[in-house]
């Protein structure tokens, strides 16, 4: 008898406690994320955003000052562009919410070396998780730096990924590879 439970405890615990005790990034916003994320660039205005501690934990390298990059999930995509919104006093649309909550994909924004890329495609970026190796759907140019660097943004299917898991980000270029880990646990 006492054997069973231990042994019921121990499946509640697992199926109730795990759950609610994990923060990875959300693949569904409650409204309340999406209100938070929003406040959130409206307290860190512009690059501050960079420093808010939510957002360190989604960077990873010397992102945003060098080299490595940025985890943009929903959460995130919400913070980070009301932020830029409201350096220019102005905010996000219902519009602009709906789009990022409806998105299939995260991305992963990365800065490299303008030396070593000329398109996108030059810029390879994978995610590595156990034996798991995802690719983005799609590679596009972001923002270029005025210190020979150059962002690039890697469109991820939410459904390709485990967002609880410890993941390698490896970013390769025509003249380097690097390779990043994060935990996606830590991600909101």
Not at 172 to 183: G, M, S
Request: proline share 4%; glycine share 6%.
């Amino acid at each position: 008898m006492r054997f069973m439970k231990w042994r019921l405890f121990t499946v509640c615990v697992a199926v109730l406690g795990i759950p609610a005790l994990s923060d990875a990034f959300d693949i569904h916003l409650t409204p309340e994320q999406v209100k938070e994320a929003n406040e959130s660039g409206t307290k860190y205005k512009g690059k501050d955003i960079f420093d808010s501690p939510m957002v360190k934990l989604a960077c990873f390298g010397e992102y945003p000052k060098g080299e490595g990059g940025l985890i943009m999930s929903k959460y995130m995509r919400i913070a980070v562009n009301s932020a830029m919104k409201a350096l220019k006093d102005e905010t996000l649309s219902p519009q602009d919410i709906k789009e990022f909550e409806e998105s299939k994909t995260f991305n992963v924004v990365v800065n490299v070396s303008s030396e070593s890329v000329q398109t996108p495609e030059d810029a390879q970026i994978m995610l590595i998780q156990g034996t798991n190796t995802i690719l983005p759907q799609k590679t596009e140019f972001g923002m270029k730096y005025k210190d020979k660097r150059q962002g690039v943004v890697g469109a991820f299917s939410y459904d390709k990924i485990n967002p609880k898991a410890n993941t390698t980000i490896i970013v390769k270029t025509r003249k380097d590879q690097k390779k990043y880990t994060i935990d996606f646990s830590d991600v909101k």
